[in-house]
């Protein structure tokens, strides 16, 4: 089995909050807010494939949800093949990318960091990240909050948010609305939580971002990020 240290970091720093063990897969449910919190985890090899995968569909069917799997480099082997033969599609290809932090450049100021989300962070976030209504995001908020984190902002311009994982430091929810784009605020945003990171005693960081979102990949890689790893959704 290859590495599956980022399947299981993501895992643990965007909670879902309904999860079954089913031998080694993590079945995860969280009203349908966000496919991370409402796919398989497929990690480990069970007894039977295809009972493991029907066992799968069942539990997302009784929620009225897409079956969908995760599938990073800890994915059980063959499964990639068997849902493809079962007209499982590929979603949202994704880079895992990562940065040392010994050289973490500090902000410039003015970003505001907190140990939990305000509702100007979260309506700010939401305002560029909202795909599931606003009825979602009380959801989300719940699934951001099962771990602990710290929320940078510039105000109602830009967010982010950041996990400490031991050595790791998780980036997420990096946002900035439209109105202020252009500006380095998303900059900011990344090296205040960098070198928040850097002081709490992580020495490496990671994020992961949609392969196709140019403008996100070319913030990061100025940053010092490089790509470390990729995953995909397959969704029925």
Same mark, same amino acid.
């Given at each position: 089995m290859m590495d599956e240290t980022f399947d299981r970091l993501v895992d643990q720093a965007w909670p879902a909050f309904h999860r079954v063990d089913?031998?080694?897969? =993590?079945?995860?449910? /969280?009203?349908?807010?966000?496919?991370? &919190?409402?796919? +398989?985890?497929?990690?480990? @090899?069970?007894?039977?494939?295809? =009972?493991?995968?029907?066992? *799968? @569909?069942?539990?997302? &069917? #009784?929620?009225?949800?897409?079956? &969908?799997?995760?599938?990073?480099?800890? &994915?059980s082997g063959g499964l990639d093949d068997a849902l493809q033969a079962r007209d499982y599609r590929v979603v949202d290809p994704t880079l895992v990318m990562t940065a040392s932090l010994t050289h /973490? =450049?500090?902000?410039?100021?003015? =970003?505001?960091?907190? #140990?939990?989300?305000?509702?100007?962070?979260? #309506?700010t976030w939401w305002s560029v990240d909202?795909?599931?209504?606003? #009825?979602?995001? %009380?959801? !989300? %908020?719940?699934i951001l909050t099962g771990v602990p984190g710290v929320y940078a902002s510039l105000g109602r311009r830009a967010v982010g948010r950041g996990v400490e994982q031991g050595e790791w430091f998780g980036i997420y929810c990096m946002a900035v609305a439209p109105h202020a784009?252009?500006?380095?605020?998303?900059r900011e945003i990344l090296r205040a939580l960098l070198?928040? !990171?850097?002081? $709490?005693? *992580?020495?490496?960081?990671?994020? +992961?971002? +949609? @392969?196709?979102?140019? /403008? *996100?990949?070319?913030?990061?890689?100025? $940053?010092?990020?490089? +790509?470390?790893?990729?995953?995909?959704?397959?969704?029925?």
């Open positions: 089913a031998g080694g897969w =993590v079945l995860r449910a /969280a009203d349908g807010v966000t496919k991370r &919190a409402n796919s +398989v985890l497929p990690l480990g @090899e069970p007894e039977n494939l295809e =009972v493991a995968i029907g066992e *799968a @569909e069942k539990f997302y &069917a #009784d929620r009225g949800l897409p079956c &969908a799997f995760s599938m990073g480099a800890g &994915a /973490a =450049v500090p902000a410039e100021g003015g =970003v505001e960091l907190a #140990d939990t989300p305000s509702p100007a962070w979260l #309506d909202g795909r599931f209504g606003d #009825d979602g995001l %009380a959801t !989300a %908020a719940r784009r252009r500006r380095g605020h998303g070198s928040h !990171a850097r002081e $709490q005693g *992580a020495r490496k960081a990671y994020l +992961v971002v +949609v @392969e196709s979102n140019a /403008a *996100a990949l070319s913030l990061y890689e100025r $940053q010092g990020f490089t +790509v470390s790893g990729r995953y995909h959704y397959r969704v029925r």
